[in-house]
């Protein structure tokens, strides 16, 4: 059977780099969590921090939306990691947006206790 292909959306930027750094561990373990129940997984939290910080890329939206936006495409299902900021993140609710237009399922995952809404 083929894997189901999520895309796991996460808030990351914030002004303070420890915050960030936050997100970016939290995201792994829910990546991991998501792999070991039997899913492919891209986050690009998860992803392209290490990245961002190797080159000193931008850590902003107006930088990632087009090289995020186009991996909503690619995923069969968007997931909403519902770490603190995700409500107010302007990626999180761009990448909501996406994938509502193209018809994709968008779950919540609350990390706190497993549960995962529709």
Known sequence: MKKKKL???APYSDEDEKVME???EEAVKEVGKLMELGYSVICPVV???????AANLPRTW?????IDIPLVHCADEVWVFMIKGWKK????????????????P?????????????
């Open 7 to 9: 895309y796991l959306a």
């Open 22 to 24: 936050y997100r970016y």
């Open 47 to 53: 992803h392209y921090h290490p990245v961002a910080k």
């Open 62 to 66: 107006d930088y990632w939306q087009e």
């Open 89 to 104: 993140s302007i990626g999180v609710n761009a990448e909501i947006r996406e994938a509502r237009k193209l018809a994709k």
């Open 106 to 118: 968008v779950r919540y995952v609350d990390n706190r206790d497993r549960r995962i809404k529709k």
